[in-house]
């Protein structure tokens, strides 16, 4: 009896299902929950034709939200509580889970039972999932990568490494074409916290976004809205997500959004890079976005195109900022701005601690200072004999988190002019390429400018500094150097433009030496 009973109702070790779960799954706080269901059109609870799906089920709390509202909100349609409890359960509420953990954790959210088959559950179902299903999907290989989610075959959550009994994190939602298969039936509402990444080279390797994957595969299910908490990143594209980026821009169906650009504002106490939003996508309608972004507890909204720029700028108030930089009609800065590995040397090269030859060259890396034969270097012979600028490509803020002062300095305090005979590893970038060193110390001058900073900070979507955050700052003459002041008087910014600029920013000093 014993046997059968254990047979019936499998009870797994919390402990290894702890070990199962993803680093990336960020669990959605009721707050955060309810802020997402307050941009939904408030009859949609009032309704009991009205159905709902969490296709990624960590906690159950978009359910177990839902579910309060439906339960006040259909009171006069249906008078019986228990009666109101099942129609709402069985007919409108429906979930996928992660992880086998997180279906149980999401039963018992939503039940108040992990096996809703039993009599502690809310509301009855014939079997243990109920509308909150678990099923455990293997990823499909192609050319060593999963043509679904694009985790590599031979990396830390491919079968050979983690065995039949551990997760393998190919979410039933995203692994296939055709997700209205799944449950095989339409839904008004699809609200969710994604997960956020997926391993695609193995450990230390630069995880692939997936929560792209799950907005896509929800637009294929044609609800009529869509609401889903996600990674800022997206903003400035990169790591795959320049299509995506692309998409959300010009889809004029996203009618909200709400960024934080620190993501512990919104997951107490969690980090996510570039910060998080949360989005409202309408089937019916088309509109300019209302944007919301919150800093530092400042909440900013204004009606706009998300399209007019080439990256999605988060501040409202740097919109007419850029307007007037536009309208000077410059080249940009980002056309002196060195591509990653500027030498042709990975992140990881040394050179020697002596040199060898009185044609060897400086080696700048994560180590310090070697020294290397000239013959090393592959790329970028037109910069070696030159002065040039060395930033790393990592930035000051962890996280891109500001300091506790709400402000950020973008730019770290290695920050410096290499000499001609100079050069560095992947762990850095070079900008310019100048004969004379006052005009290298004049673009060092310019770059440690709040206004520069501030530029630059508007494309940054994580910790990282590339290329791809300079598009907005424009080309100077560097014959002489330039201050703020000058700046915002060329630009003609007004006191509510600089005042903004000089509360997001830290100050840094300038001059050809960087004392932090």
Not at 173 to 183: A, D
Not at 307 to 323: G, M, Q, W
Not at 374 to 390: A, E, M, P, W, Y
């Amino acid at each position: 009896m014993a046997d059968s009973l254990f047979n019936e109702i499998y009870n797994p070790d919390v402990l290894s299902c702890l070990a199962n779960l993803s680093n990336d799954e960020v669990f959605t706080p009721p707050e955060v929950a309810n802020a997402m269901l307050d941009m939904l059109p408030q009859e949609l609870f009032s309704n009991p034709d009205t159905t709902f799906l969490d296709p990624a089920c960590k906690s159950g709390v978009f359910l177990r939200e839902i579910a309060k509202r439906l339960i006040s909100g259909l009171e006069v349609q249906i008078p019986d509580l228990q009666k109101r409890i099942d129609h709402i359960f069985h007919k409108q509420l429906f979930g996928i889970a992660i992880t086998e953990l997180t279906s149980l954790l999401s039963r018992r959210s939503v039940y108040c039972s992990k096996y809703p088959n039993t009599e502690y559950s809310v509301s009855r179902f014939p079997d243990v999932e109920g509308n909150i299903r678990y099923k455990r999907i293997k990823h499909t290989w192609q050319e060593e990568k999963c043509i679904y989610c694009g985790t590599s075959q031979v990396g830390s959550l491919s079968e050979e490494k983690r065995g039949t009994e551990l997760e393998t994190h190919a979410y039933e939602f995203i692994h296939t074409l055709n997700p209205e298969e799944i449950l095989n039936m339409k839904f008004d509402v699809i609200i969710s916290n994604p997960p956020y990444a997926q391993d695609t080279e193995g450990a230390g390797r630069q995880a692939k976004p997936i929560y792209n994957i799950f907005i896509d595969r929800a637009k294929k299910l044609k609800p009529r809205y869509i609401t889903m908490i996600i990674p800022s990143r997206w903003f400035s594209g990169g790591m795959g997500l320049d299509k995506f980026r692309n998409e959300m821009m010009h889809d004029q169906h996203i009618t909200k959004i709400v960024d934080f650009t620190n993501s512990k504002d919104c997951f107490h106490g969690i980090s996510v890079s570039g910060g998080v939003c949360y989005f409202l996508w309408e089937k019916d309608k088309q509109s300019d976005c209302y944007f919301t972004n919150i800093t530092n507890d400042f909440e900013d909204s204004m009606n706009r195109s998300l399209d007019e720029f080439p990256t999605l700028v988060r501040y409202n108030k740097a919109v007419s900022i850029l307007h007037k930089i536009k309208s000077q009609n410059e080249n940009c800065f980002d056309n002196i701005v060195s591509s990653l590995m500027p030498y042709g040397l990975s992140t990881n090269y040394r050179g020697d601690k002596e040199r060898t030859s009185s044609d060897d060259l400086v080696l700048y890396s994560s180590n310090d200072k070697s020294y290397i034969r000239r013959s090393t270097i592959t790329k970028g012979f037109d910069t070696v004999d030159k002065f040039k600028i060395l930033i790393s490509k990592t930035s000051a803020e962890h996280a891109g988190e500001p300091g506790k002062d709400g402000k950020f300095k973008v730019i770290p305090s290695s920050i410096k002019v290499l000499k001609p005979g100079e050069v560095c590893t992947h762990s850095y970038f070079t900008i310019g390429c100048y004969n004379e060193i006052t005009e290298a110390n004049n673009t060092l001058t310019y770059l440690k400018t709040k206004f520069v900073r501030f530029l630059m900070l508007l494309c940054i979507s994580g910790f990282g500094l590339s290329k791809i955050v300079f598009p907005f700052v424009p080309m100077q003459d560097f014959s002489k150097p330039w201050t703020d002041e000058e700046l915002y008087a060329k630009y003609n910014l007004n006191d509510e433009e600089i005042d903004f600029i000089e509360s997001m920013i830290k100050p840094m000093e300038l001059g050809g030496e960087d004392n932090g």
